[in-house]
């Protein structure tokens, strides 16, 4: 039996529920000699830690008169700054525009979309002082539009103003002044400054811990004092090209480079042992502060914080298909061409069709699995056909009443099969007919290969 909680309050308005994050101690994970507890961030209102610096920054934009009554409000962010911008911008009436680059989650964008803000999409493959670099596009938009505030939470003051009055305090009271090491990631730098010169006033013998990304810039530049060029890594809203503006990086005692694979393993890991769904950002987060606990020669009380919440990650380091298609996962190999299947049939990973199943339901199937073709297979699990978007077209286009019927009178009954010992040069010609290939022997069928099957192999040879 846990022990009675006091009663929550009644909050009058969302923006109230900011803050005041509870501090969970991990217990089923091994941290060495010491205990390790996180702060659950992913709990604000927003989902992230950033409602925080969102609620700060605005508040201060409307004191000094930068954002008026009606304004618009732009921001460049990696998605959760945006979230939070949202949240209180729809509270208080504001328009809302976010610059975000293509690595983030579909659910992120959504989410962005489905609260009211304007989404601009910008690449993530190129660096700070290119045109198409996503702060500097929207610097750009707010510098061409009179009316608008540039939130600019790398060099915005109120950023790490906001981690020094609500979550350092928090955390200090928390831990009832108890903390040897707290561990963070830089994206403004926000977090690691605020919290950091909080903790580091109260006790100067507390350490601040840098998580970084692999291909980040700011783990050699921590540990080495070295400058080098920055690389790309996967996950969201941590790393940097370049130091912001309002981040000490004197306050950083030591960093940990994660790489990608190491963060979503940890972060699967985190919520399969200890029931916390978190970011990708918490996976690097995590995996650091496993990393330094795991070190110490003697006991310490170390903190990190759930930045976010994993939900936003459902379709990434949480699909299983995702981590495989990347790499994160490995799979058996057989030195053959049915390592280019990325469904692959005998372990059930791909979505058939019975030859009496209704077209209707094909079409609802292909919808769920967000697929384009599929294999019908007969009782004895032999591809009798393939169903795609054309053939159902085809039916929707020429029969009406095609719905009810089964998809074995629209299917294309000419299956392209392959043998596994097929080569890759074999595959070409079916490709270039516009068609899927089937691989199978006499014994079984082991999957489909399409033309971003091949991509997506030849890809990963780069």
Same mark, same amino acid.
């Given at each position: @039996? ?17 803050? /005041? ?11 060495? $000699? ?44 990696? +998605?959760?700054? !945006? ?6 911008? !729809? ?24 609260? +009211? ?28 539009? $009179? ?29 009832? !002044? ?41 783990? $050699? ?9 920055? !690389? ?33 393993? *940890? ?51 949480? /699909?299983?298909?995702? @981590? ?10 057989? +030195? ?6 990325? %469904? ?21 199937? @292909? ?30 286009? %020429?029969? %009406? ?10 299917? *294309? ?45 030849? %890809?990963?040879?780069?």
């Amino acid at each position: @039996m846990t022990s009675p909680r006091a009663t929550a309050p009644v909050f009058h308005n969302i923006l109230e529920m900011i803050g /005041n994050t509870p501090m969970l101690e991990i217990t089923r994970i091994d941290t060495g $000699p010491c205990k390790l507890f996180v702060k659950m961030e992913s709990m604000n209102p927003g989902n992230s830690i950033k409602d925080r610096i969102a609620v700060t920054m605005i508040d201060a934009a409307e004191k000094s008169g930068k954002l008026k009554k009606g304004g618009r409000i732009v921001e460049a962010t990696a +998605g959760n700054t !945006g979230l939070a911008l949202a949240l209180v911008a !729809g509270q208080k009436g504001y328009r809302l525009t976010v610059v975000v680059p293509d690595k983030m989650s579909d659910e992120k964008i959504s989410h962005l979309r489905a609260m +009211g803000a304007e989404v601009v999409l910008t690449r993530s493959d190129v660096a700070k002082g290119h045109p198409e670099y996503y702060q500097d596009v929207a610097e750009k938009i707010a510098r061409d539009d $009179p009316d608008a505030f540039y939130a600019s939470q790398f060099t915005n003051e109120a950023n790490p103003q906001a981690h020094y009055e609500t979550t350092g305090p928090e955390i200090w009271e928390q831990m009832d !002044g108890k903390i040897d090491a707290f561990v963070a990631g830089i994206g403004s730098g926000g977090t690691v400054s605020g919290v950091g010169k909080f903790l580091k006033e109260r006790n100067p013998n507390c350490e601040i811990i840098l998580a970084d990304p692999v291909g980040s810039i700011l783990t $050699p530049l921590v540990n080495e004092g070295k400058k080098v060029q920055p !690389g790309s890594w996967l996950v969201e809203g941590i790393g940097e090209d370049f130091v912001p503006s309002i981040c000490h990086l004197e306050l950083v005692k030591k960093a940990y480079a994660i790489s990608d694979e190491e963060a979503f393993h *940890t972060a699967r890991e985190l919520l399969k042992k200890e029931g916390v769904l978190a970011g990708s950002s918490v996976g690097t987060l995590f995996a650091a502060a496993l990393r330094y606990c795991r070190e110490q020669k003697e006991p310490k009380r170390v903190v990190t914080l759930i930045c976010d919440n994993g939900a936003k990650y459902l379709s990434k380091m949480f /699909n299983d298909f995702w @981590m495989v298609d990347n790499g994160f996962i490995k799979r058996p190999t057989y +030195g053959d061409i049915r390592d280019l299947i990325a %469904r692959r049939h005998l372990e059930r990973e791909d979505f058939c069709l019975s030859p009496e199943i209704p077209v209707l339901q094909a079409i609802k199937r @292909m919808r769920m699995f967000s697929i384009s073709q599929m294999a019908v297979v007969d009782e004895k699990d032999r591809v009798v056909g393939i169903l795609d978007e054309t053939d159902v077209l085809m039916a929707l286009v %020429r029969d %009406r009443d095609c719905a009810a019927k089964p998809v074995k009178d629209f299917m *294309t009954s000419r299956v392209e099969t392959v043998r596994p010992t097929a080569s890759v040069n074999d595959l070409l010609p079916i490709f270039r007919a516009d068609r899927v290939a089937v691989v199978a022997d006499d014994k079984h069928f082991y999957g489909l290969i399409t033309k971003i099957d091949l991509i997506n192999y030849l %890809r990963k040879q780069l």
